[in-house]
């Protein structure tokens, strides 16, 4: 059985930094292709970034270009989204889903106010 559980997420205030975690679990992590996604209050889920099983990345959201890092750590089978200069229109909550694989977990909520 396919598990994903985020974690990270919290209450920051603008220009600060959040770390995010997925820990997976009910498959082979060292070969899935892992993504972050989000979704803010009234608007679709939209594609952050794409990590392939080498490690090479794409930031697929410009608005995060620059900002936003994806990055795995097979051992833990973890997948991280580390935030810096966060913005108030990168509130939402956050998904990490395994290509191919169909599930979701719960995400984590990301609110950047003052």
């Known amino acids: 059985q396919v598990q994903l559980v985020e974690s990270g997420g919290g209450l920051v205030q603008p220009g600060g930094s959040l770390r995010l975690s997925c820990v997976a679990s009910?498959?082979?992590?060292?070969?899935?292709?892992m993504r972050w996604y989000r979704q803010a209050p009234g608007k679709e889920r939209e594609l952050v970034a794409t990590?392939?099983?080498?490690?090479?990345?794409?930031v697929s959201l410009d608005s995060v270009k620059g900002r936003f890092t994806i990055s795995r750590d097979n051992g833990k089978r973890t997948v991280y989204l580390q935030m810096n200069s966060l913005k108030p229109e990168d509130t939402a909550v956050y998904y990490c889903?395994?290509?191919?694989?169909?599930?979701w977990g719960q995400g984590t909520q990301v609110t950047v106010s003052s």
């Open positions: 009910g498959f082979t992590f060292s070969n899935a292709v």
């Open positions: 990590i392939n099983q080498l490690s090479a990345t794409t």
């Open positions: 889903y395994a290509l191919g694989f169909g599930s």
